[in-house]
């Protein structure tokens, strides 16, 4: 007997599962919410102490990002388990998205900006500083309203086509997902080792990032969906290998493989967009004309 047989309520007439069975991946939810929380609260921690001078800042920055991630984590869990379990709901979806806005749109934000943008250093003109704090915040809230729209176009469209629809036969996002953008801002944290940055050009190079990652959410661009992938289908012994080296490089090597795992699945969808447009052009190019040849 499977988990959906026996999650079903043996009173209904039409095999719904049992009322309690709802409350499995609202769980999950629920631990999606409290560890954006936590990344708030951990950035804001990070910031009161650089502010002060006191030490433990990086640290409480690394808990921010970390907390995003084990969210990311988790909201992969939440809609799996709906799935499996014959638990969707438009409830669960609604609470999926706040969830979503909180977790990946307002904690990548106030970590983007107490990280990056807040503890500049010294040796620059004060109006410098000031360009690059308002720029800052308006960079960061962009990337939360990008994160929001995101999610909204996400919810209204039923059967939304990417701009370069790939194979029939697989699942794609239609734009950057937005806990792949707060898993790259999380990422890049971690990987300097949550040390808030104090030089204004790689303040400048963070917010080009953080710009390129909320025009990524909006676009039509064609991102490869994990949801296709299950469980119950047999696999190669390779997938199985690779999988084990990631888990193994994640426990071991996390901040460069963090790194590297959020930064390609961002890059594919640009490499995904340029491969379709070089692709096109050369479908639509003329045919080479032959050579006139004169006699005499």
């Known amino acids: 007997m499977g988990l959906r047989d026996k999650l079903v309520d043996p009173k209904s007439p039409d095999r719904r599962p049992r009322r309690a069975a709802y409350a499995l991946p609202t769980l999950f939810t629920a631990g999606n919410i409290f560890l954006g929380y936590l990344s708030i609260l951990a950035s804001f921690r990070g910031a009161m102490m650089a502010a002060t001078g006191g030490a433990g800042a990086a640290e409480q920055f690394g808990v921010a990002a970390k907390a995003i991630g084990a969210a990311v984590f988790l909201d992969g869990l939440?809609?799996?388990i709906a799935r499996m379990t014959?638990?969707?709901s438009d409830f669960g979806r609604e609470m999926d998205s706040l969830a979503d806005v909180v977790s990946f749109g307002i904690a990548p934000a106030v970590l983007a900006f107490s990280w990056g943008v807040?503890?500049?250093g010294p040796g620059m003109g004060d109006k410098i500083r000031s360009q690059i704090f308002n720029a800052g915040y308006f960079i960061?809230?962009?990337?939360?309203?990008c994160g929001a729209a995101r999610l909204a176009r996400f919810n209204v469209q039923k059967n939304p086509i990417p701009k370069n629809p790939g194979r029939p036969d697989r699942?794609?996002?239609v734009g950057l997902p937005i806990p792949a953008a707060a898993a790259m801002v999380a990422a890049v944290v971690w990987a300097f080792g949550a040390e808030p940055l104090a030089w204004w050009p790689a303040s400048v190079v963070w917010l080009g990032l953080l710009l390129l990652l909320g025009f990524l959410m909006v676009s039509t661009w064609r991102y490869y969906s994990f949801k296709g992938i299950g469980l119950h289908k047999p696999y190669t012994p390779l997938i199985v290998i690779l999988a084990g080296a990631v888990i193994y490089g994640l426990w071991n090597y996390s901040q460069p493989m963090w790194l590297a795992l959020a930064g390609g699945y961002v890059a594919s969808g640009i490499l995904i967009r340029i491969g379709g447009s070089i692709r096109r052009r050369l479908r639509h190019a003329p045919a080479p004309q032959a050579p006139e040849h004169q006699v005499g």
């Open 78 to 80: 939440d809609g799996r």
């Open 86 to 88: 014959n638990t969707t």
């Open 118 to 120: 807040q503890f500049l």
């Open 140 to 145: 960061s809230f962009l990337f939360l309203l």
């Open 171 to 173: 699942k794609y996002f």
